[in-house]
């Protein structure tokens, strides 16, 4: 099945600057990778998703970049504020899993003032 | 928020007992997907429940089940509770049939099996 790796496990930044998460993905199937924001107590929240046709998608301070050959993808965040801290999760699906995400382990983004 | 409800928020069992989470989705989402996640971890795929069909399931044993409903809200089941089930239960709805569909979860349910 799909296995998808996430670094690092933890990130610590000085606000204002900014952050990357990297994952990596097993399956040359899948074709659709969210990002989810989890904050403490709270279910995940999605951020920003692209599919396979693209390979960047922006939207305001986040961007996710997709290179399919490598099979991996990236999350950016830029300008990062206090309130950026959480957890942060990649996923990947494709009709082999039936479209059920596949998560990474997390990461742990603490944005210092 | 997502429209995505979730109860009970917290629940206390013991080992061998069974235990019933409900899960409301979205308005307009007839597709449910529920998540196990453990303390540190990612979410794990459980199953996925499509117009009241069990449409997919994550390796877990047949003591975890679950029920669709015809308003698209969705039970999941666990008999035999062990210790090891402890964890957060999230369940995400999305607009079916399965596919590349965003999936919006819920704030889960946090379960303690003693």
């Known amino acids: 099945g799909e296995n998808v790796e996430q670094h690092p496990s933890t990130l610590s930044v000085q606000e204002g600057d900014s952050a990357v998460i990297k994952c990596t993905y097993s399956?040359?199937?899948?074709?659709?990778f969210p990002w989810y924001k989890q904050e403490l107590g709270k279910g995940p929240q999605l951020i920003i998703d692209?599919?396979?046709?693209?390979g960047e998608k922006k939207d305001q301070r986040i961007a996710v970049t997709l290179n399919k050959t490598a099979k991996h993808f990236s999350l950016h965040i830029t300008e990062t504020q206090p309130e950026d801290s959480a957890v942060y999760f990649c996923a990947a699906s494709s009709i082999h899993s039936g479209y059920a995400l596949n998560f990474g382990k997390g990461t742990s983004l603490l944005v210092t003032p | 928020e997502t429209g995505v409800t979730q109860s009970p928020t917290h629940l206390i069992k013991t080992r061998g007992q069974q235990v019933t989470l409900r899960c409301s989705s979205q308005?307009?989402?007839?597709?449910v997907s529920w998540y196990q996640q453990a303390l540190g971890q990612g979410p794990q795929f459980i199953f996925q429940?499509?117009?009241?069909?069990?449409?997919g399931r994550g390796n877990f044993p047949p003591r975890f089940s679950g029920l669709q409903f015809p308003n698209y809200s969705s039970e999941l089941n666990v008999n035999a509770l062990e210790l090891d089930d402890s964890a957060l239960y999230l369940c995400a709805s999305s607009v079916g049939p399965p596919s590349q569909e965003t999936q919006y979860f819920g704030p889960g349910t946090r379960l303690l099996v003693l």
């Open positions: 308005s307009g989402h007839n597709t």
């Open positions: 692209i599919r396979s046709n693209v």
């Open positions: 429940y499509y117009r009241e069909e069990e449409n």
């Open positions: 399956d040359s199937a899948s074709n659709y």
